[in-house]
């Protein structure tokens, strides 16, 4: 359990790009992170395409926005011509950005106690390679603001063939996606790395916007 852990309902963003980082997102970290307290969030992670916030940028934005925790993540796309994408999620490290090995990146990021999820697996043919050579990620992706229904099934699908967690985020790029898809954990994290005790314990549950709500693991529930 988590260090100085309490029983709670944490509103969880766990996948967000901003202007600064992130060519293809429109919002800036402000309006991000005022959207997500108005709208009741509890913790967020930053994650950009490859690039890492530095740990007193997110110092300073926290000292802006003490309503909510904000912690640090990278999106890395894995591999020279892939359209694989990997979130690391509680590190500042740039030395991430310098590695394209899937196992690398996994095995590092399991070291340094980063939970990792495989994002929109099955948004492009090749998303979701590294399960079939082997290499698992802490969780992957479900539903998301750019992996909808069908996509969703077959993440299901791969989660039960794996016996992988599923989450969903928002993988957010304006504020229209800020209360889309979240997880709701039930107990409080105090660090950005409790975030991985959570998911691998299954002590969450999936939301989105339209009120249906999936557990951790959802293939265990079906008998």
Same mark, same amino acid.
Not at 3 to 11: E, I, N, R, V
Not at 27 to 52: C, Q, S, W, Y
Not at 169 to 174: I, K, L, R, S, Y
């Given at each position: ?12 963003? %766990? ?16 309006? %991000?992170? &005022?959207?997500?307290?108005? +709208? ?20 300073? =934005?926290?000292?802006? $926005?003490?309503?909510? &925790?904000? $912690?640090?993540?990278?999106?890395? +796309? ?8 990997? =979130? ?55 539903? +998301? ?7 969703? %099934?077959?993440? =299901? ?46 002590? $969450? ?8 709500? %999936? ?9």
């Amino acid at each position: 359990m988590c260090s100085h852990k309490k029983a709670t309902d944490m509103k969880i963003q %766990l996948h967000l790009h901003t202007s600064v980082y992130s060519a293809c997102a429109k919002a800036t970290p402000d309006r %991000l992170m &005022k959207k997500l307290i108005e +709208t009741g969030f509890d913790a967020v992670f930053i994650t950009e395409h490859n690039a890492v916030w530095r740990e007193w940028e997110i110092e300073r =934005l926290q000292q802006r $926005y003490p309503d909510i &925790k904000i $912690y640090p993540g990278v999106e890395i +796309t894995v591999g020279q011509e892939s359209f694989q994408h990997l =979130l690391v999620l509680g590190t500042v490290d740039p030395a991430f950005l310098e590695m394209s090995d899937e196992q690398e990146i996994l095995e590092e990021a399991r070291a340094r106690g980063h939970l990792t999820i495989l994002a929109h697996p099955f948004r492009w043919p090749d998303g979701h390679d590294m399960l079939d050579r082997g290499n698992y990620p802490d969780a992957i992706e479900y539903r +998301t603001s750019n992996h909808g229904t069908e996509e969703g %099934l077959q993440t =299901l699908q791969a989660a039960e063939r794996f016996n992988l967690p599923v989450v969903n985020a928002g993988d957010v790029h304006d504020l229209d996606m800020v209360d889309s898809f979240w997880i709701e954990a039930e107990w409080e994290i105090f660090s950005p790395d409790d975030i991985r005790e959570i998911i691998l314990e299954g002590a $969450y549950t999936n939301f989105m916007l339209e009120g249906a709500s %999936l557990p951790a693991r959802p293939h265990e529930e079906v008998e």
